[in-house]
Nanobody, 124 residues
């Protein structure tokens, strides 16, 4: 089971750190991704990490502002979001899967396990 947390209300240019904790399972050997969704829109890829090797992948819209990282000891993946913009407002979900190939890493339907989502609101 995945538990996403850390969302909230922040001003433009502010920062938040989201956490995705795994209970009853380990992230070892998994690809963990963050996606976001706004009402009426498809779920959008934000970032992903290959937990064992540490390779990271980002959507162009967040590159340079967001950082995804993993903590083996805490079995947690983080998404540090800096310089937040109003268009970053969304419900953020974490997801994990053990068998995603590189070409599918940005595809939400390829992930089998999902957290419950955490709301991020960026306001002026």
């Amino acid at each position: 089971q995945l538990q996403a947390s850390g969302g909230g209300l922040v001003q433009i240019g502010g920062s938040l750190r989201l956490s995705c904790a795994a209970s009853g399972r380990t992230f070892s050997g998994q690809t963990v991704g963050w996606f976001r969704q706004t009402p009426g829109k498809e779920r959008e890829f934000v970032a992903a990490i290959r937990f064992n090797g540490g390779h990271t992948y980002y959507a162009d819209s967040v590159k340079g502002r967001f950082t995804i990282s993993g903590n083996n000891a805490k079995n947690t993946v983080y998404l540090l979001m800096n310089n937040l913009r109003p268009e970053d407002t969304a419900v953020y979900y974490c997801a994990a899967d053990s068998s995603i190939i590189l070409s599918s890493i940005r595809v939400s339907s390829m992930y089998d396990n999902w957290g419950q989502g955490t709301q991020v609101t960026v306001s002026s």
